[in-house]
């Protein structure tokens, strides 16, 4: 269930994102757009990280555990810095970014692509706005029929959940504090944070969260936020 997951994610993510660009009007539009989502996706962002470290400080779930034995390991070496890191975005060549499943790179191909096709005569774009829109539409149908096997995959992980703590491998307790940790940090960010930012945009929260709640619902279900792409375009 989860390769499956992994096998549409980059498409997904490629095809969702160049068949927006290509929808737009012009440059300014996608400007525009892009300033107001990444305001909101570091505000959010940064909140929810402050909280979870917060909540994991003041919980300790991993404090009783139990003592863990070290060995001795050679120490790994130093993968880079920042800037490689931006390096290893731009890929060699197309494919390579889908193959090393990298991200970045896949949104920045994305990026390149809208921006260059918005440069295009217009019959030209709109040809290429609906080609997109198509393959995108041809993932999302394969993300409809991969959540039919959800029922399967959520009984496997929760099988072989029971059957790694029956063994001993994982503790109840430090598993318990651990879901307790997540859940009241999800609720908080959910139930309080988000929607005071909502009310300062002078947005109802709760007619978002009735529109948001089929996503959450496959996000708690299928523990991945690329299955819950398609709801949420819709």
């Given amino acids: 269930f989860m390769r499956f997951l992994k096998l549409i994610s980059l498409p997904m993510l490629f095809f969702s994102l ?7 009007k012009n440059i300014q539009e996608m400007q525009f757009i892009g300033k107001r989502l990444l305001k909101y996706t570091l505000l959010t962002s940064l909140l929810a990280a402050v909280l979870a470290l917060d909540l994991f400080l003041f919980i300790q779930p991993v404090s009783s555990a139990s003592p863990v034995t070290y060995i001795d390991v050679e120490s790994p070496s130093i993968q880079g810095n920042y800037l490689s890191l931006i390096v290893n975005s731009i890929p060699s060549n197309f494919f390579l970014a889908f193959t090393e499943e990298n991200v970045m790179a896949v949104v920045l191909l994305s990026i390149a692509i809208g921006l260059a096709t918005m440069q295009l005569p217009t019959q030209q774009k709109q040809l290429l706005h609906r080609l997109f829109s198509a393959l995108f ?3 999302m149908k394969l993300t409809q029929c991969i959540a039919y096997l959800m029922p399967i995959g959520v009984w496997s992980f929760t099988t072989l959940l029971l059957h790694n703590l029956r063994l001993g491998e994982l503790s109840l307790k430090v598993l318990g504090l651990y879901l307790l940790t997540v859940i009241l940090a999800n ?15 002078k947005i109802s929260p709760w007619k978002q969260a009735l529109s948001m709640f089929p996503a959450l619902t496959m996000a708690f279900s299928s523990r991945s936020s690329n299955a819950t792409l398609p709801i949420t375009l819709q």
């Fill in 18 to 24: 160049t068949s927006t660009i290509t929808g737009m």
């Fill in 137 to 139: 539409q041809v993932v």
């Fill in 187 to 201: 609720l908080l960010q959910g139930c309080i944070i988000l929607p005071l930012c909502l009310l300062w945009k």
